[in-house]
C-alpha cells in the first residue's frame, strides 16, 4: 500500500500475532517520510535494510536527536516519545519496522493508505486520521534543526 511517498508491505499482521505486534517493509524515496513529528502508544523498531534514513527521536530528557541510520543499524522508538523518521538523502531507503503493540499502528496506516487513493490527501485530512488513530501530530520537522 502507498501512504504519502512510502511503499508499506505487511509482513506480520496483528491479527496473526493477537495484537502484539505488526511487522512491515516500508520503502521511503528521497524526501519521504512523515513531515512531522509525533507520538502515539506502541513502540517501533526500525532495521534499516537500504539507504539512508534520518530518526528523530526524544531523548530521555525531553531534547529530539537526530539519528543517521544506514544498512544494519537498529533503532528502537519507545511508546509516547515525540518522533519522526525521514529519507533526507539522494536515493531510495527501505527498513524493516516493528510496531507493538501492532493493532492501532496497522489501522492507521491502512486508513491512511485508503486516504490517498485519489491523489495526495490534504495535510488536515491526515492529520484528523491520525488523531482518531491515537496518534498526536506536535510540530514539523524543521523546528528541531
Known sequence: MRV???EIEFRVTSDESD???AAAEVRIPAG???PMLHRHEPSELYRVERGELALYVEDGSGSVRRTVARP???V???GG????VRNESGAEASAFVVFSPGG???RFLQAAGELGGDGPPA???VVALAEAHGIRMTRPVAEVL
Open 4 to 6: 504519502g511517498s512510502d
Open 19 to 21: 495484537g502484539a505486534i
Open 32 to 34: 519521504g517520510g512523515p
Open 72 to 74: 544494519g543499524t537498529v
Open 76 to 78: 528502537a522508538i519507545a
Open 81 to 84: 516519545r515525540e518522533h519522526t
Open 104 to 106: 492501532q499502528m496497522e
Open 123 to 125: 495535510p488536515e485530512q
